[in-house]
Nanobody, 113 residues
Framework: QVQLVESGGGLVQPGGSLRLSCAASKIIFSTKVMAWHRQAPGKQREVVAFITSDGRANYADSVEGRFTISRDNAKNTLYLQMNSLKPEDTAVYYC???????WGQGTQVTVSS
């Protein structure tokens, strides 16, 4: 079955940066629209960004201009560069094939002073 493994989360101060990675296996990664999601305590899971197979990206309004989604098809890896982090970005971050339900364990991002 599809396997997705997120990494790169951690504790960072407001205004700081992190880069998340997602290693994918058992899919034809290069043909898929991929997405990053997040879920904060007490809130529903939301789409943060998605990227098409040829690199077209779209972002939620809350992260536009601060986050950048990218992919390396040769490495079957999805990335999320997060800059100017805010406390409200605190959440567990997940990657997935867009509109699918291949959920992994996610990676925790905590933004706090």
């Amino acid at each position: 079955q599809v396997q997705l493994v997120e990494s790169g989360g951690g504790l960072v101060q407001p205004g700081g940066s992190l880069r998340l990675s997602c290693a994918a296996s058992k899919i034809i990664f290069s043909t898929k629209v991929m997405a990053w999601h997040r879920q904060a305590p007490g809130k529903q899971r939301e789409v943060v960004a998605f990227i098409t197979s040829d690199g077209r990206a779209n972002y939620a309004d809350s992260v536009e201009g601060r986050f950048t989604i990218s992919r390396d098809n040769a490495k079957n890896t999805l990335y999320l560069q997060m800059n100017s982090l805010k406390p409200e970005d605190t959440a567990v971050y997940y990657c997935n094939v867009y509109r699918m339900n291949y959920w992994g364990q996610g990676t925790q991002v905590t933004v706090s002073s």
